[in-house]
């Protein structure tokens, strides 16, 4: 009877290293990079997003029409040339991501800071300008 069951081998010293090489995708929905926790205090909010391996060098904040973007960048130039790679995958990392804070945010009025693989943004909260129904009256 065939086995619908794939079978590991837990014993293999070469775990994946040239299988699967162009089959894995390389953008997933369950990608964990810069996981973020939104707090609302009670003059703002606060960002902390986790950006383990870059520096406070590689971080960069932006804020157009209303979008804070965070982009983190890394490349790696290692040349050694007494060293044949067969495989190099941590020679260059990116992502970016964005949230919309309204287009009465400036750029003075966010603050950030980094330690530890941690970045923080502070957005203070905007009046809420609602603006109320008129009525017109009859005549």
Known sequence: MNSLIKRNNDLSIFDDFFDGFFSKPLISGSTPLMKTDIKEVENGYELELDVPGFGKEDIKISLEKGYLTV?????????????????????????????FVGDDIAEADIKAGYDKGVLSLFIPKQGTNVKQKKYIAIE
């Not at 941590?90 to 970016?96: F, G, L």
């Open 71 to 99: 982009e983190v960048k890394k490349e790696e130039n290692k040349e050694n040339k007494d060293v044949r790679y067969l495989r190099q995958e941590r020679v260059y990392s990116s992502c970016a991501r964005s949230f």
